[in-house]
């Protein structure tokens, strides 16, 4: 939608929307094909801001969140310029509540209001990133581009006060004290890619490739009224590098398209203690994958494709290592039924690999009593997803699929014994990433439709069947889970009047843990163009009202503890106001962009 926002028709011959693309764009409902006009050179840009307050009484910061983007593009002969800034800043002030039973040694802590008013969490966040890019046509269907992306880093810091009621079941006991966490992360980043792309000749194909550079501080501190004091200083550093080609070609009159290429891998992970620079842990991978696709079109009515992958993924932790061979393949079919009907059947499977957070080795107390660590040697999670859609008169759709995922990555909890932070030695509860099994069944309906010119209905309603296991651990759930909005449209003298309501419900689980949310957003918007639409003003009220309990619960049940985490999501965000403008200029004849598409692998 970024990207949408940010360009403009004078670029552009024609248009043309592909349903149901293949090949390189398998996956995608819709492709959108931009024809750019031939003889094209100028300039043109946009900037952007928009503010948000909240008016009411469970968020004490009334000016919750600013956005600022501007970009500009500059086309002349051969060359293109593009730069693009954003800047972003957020801040919150708000209860949260919680409970945590430790079961190995009978203590159990409960969350209460701060007496002397302060909000239990305060949070503050700021980025600013922008992106420089400069392409060169080297002849009609020959291009280089070269790109430039700074993120200038994510400030983020959150201060937790916490007035705790722990309870001791063998004594009998209750005190009351007081927990001070204050945390404070920056990060940066520094992306630069070469792509190359030639759709000269009967093979076309592409070539890119991709660095990026990612420093990260994070420094937490603990106290406690009891005396307890707990610092976790650390200092990462991520490199990543990318390589990738590919090509198609066409046979049979365009009936049948070959697609192929390869892939290499390279992500770096150290970690080390901010205040000493002492090496706390280094791991790596290197991954090379292979690929190629074959679809056959037998008619405008009629596609089948088929795909397969491999791949060689070589882990390095503190200079020892594995191998993994992942493999996997998609297939479709796809069926034009009539003209305002179709269905389509769909096998796939992808591939994730696990961050820093859930890689590094090392591993530290985040309490008195908790600890938490990564694992080196997960294995990539291979995803395995079929589905059957069937899309009737172009507003009602069903769609039935199973999902399964023997490698997921999730934090499986255990009792330990060894020395607590204080120096003691005892039990404490020890949090590891391992590699867990999730299996789903599901069906939806889905339903669209407007009426009476300005209204546009859509409802959404999902079955779910799911369950997640490692090892004796396990949860599962039957759930019916829905997301229905009504849209009122009205364009009147260069304005826009929208109207919508929407709600959702979903739930989340692994082996220990269980989530539920449920989020209502009514909204109404006004939009003003000025300056021959030059100039967009908008004003958005949302969140003013709500029919149904809009609780967010994490409840977890483990041999370490048992919690309860409560966040009231929409009270603290209710009674929302949003102002946005933006401005858009251009001037000369045309101007065109290439896709750069950087890497967004954390």
Known sequence: MNYLRNIQHIRFDKVEVIDKPQGQYQGYDVLINL?????????????????????????????????????????????????????????????????????????????????????????????????????YAIQKNQSLSFVYQYGAGRDHDTYNHYTILRTDENTHTETRLTRDIRTHVRDSEHSMAVFYRNNVGRVRWTADFNYRFSPTRSLTDQSESTGFVLNNHFRDHMNFTRFRISGWTNFANGHLTLNAGYENTWK?????????????????????????????????????MFSGWAEHVGLNNNHAKKTQMPVGGSFMAYYQLTRRNWMRLNYDCSTSYPDQNLSSEYGYFTDSLSWVGGNPWLKTNVTHRINYWIDLWWCFNFQTGYVYSPNSFNSITEIREGTLPNGVPGKYVASVFQNTDYREWWASVSFTKRFCRDFLYKADLKYRNAKASYHEFSNHIQTVEGVTSLQYYQPRWDMNFAMSYSYSKNFTISPQVKSSSNFENPYVSIQKFLLKKKLELTLTYSLMFHFFNSDMITETKSPGFESRYLDKAFDRQRNRIVFSVSYRFAGGKSVRQYNRDMSTED
């Open 35 to 135: 024809h750019t006009k031939k003889n094209y050179e100028g300039y043109e840009g946009m900037l952007f801001n928009n503010e948000g307050f909240n008016l009411n009484g469970e968020n004490d910061k009334k000016y919750i969140f600013e956005n600022t983007t501007a970009n500009f593009s500059y086309t002349k002969n051969k060359w293109n310029i593009y730069a693009f800034a954003y800047g972003y800043f957020g801040q919150g002030a708000y209860d949260t509540n919680w409970s945590k039973n430790y079961l190995q040694n009978g203590i159990k802590e409960t969350l209460v209001n701060n007496p002397d008013g302060i909000r239990n969490i305060i949070t503050f966040e700021r980025y600013r990133s922008g992106l420089l890019s400069l392409d």
């Open 268 to 304: 770096s992970y150290k970690r080390e203690d901010n205040d000493t620079g002492e090496k706390l842990n280094t791991n790596s991978y290197l991954r090379n994958r292979l690929w190629a696709s074959l679809n056959w079109r037998f008619d405008n009515n009629a596609q089948l």
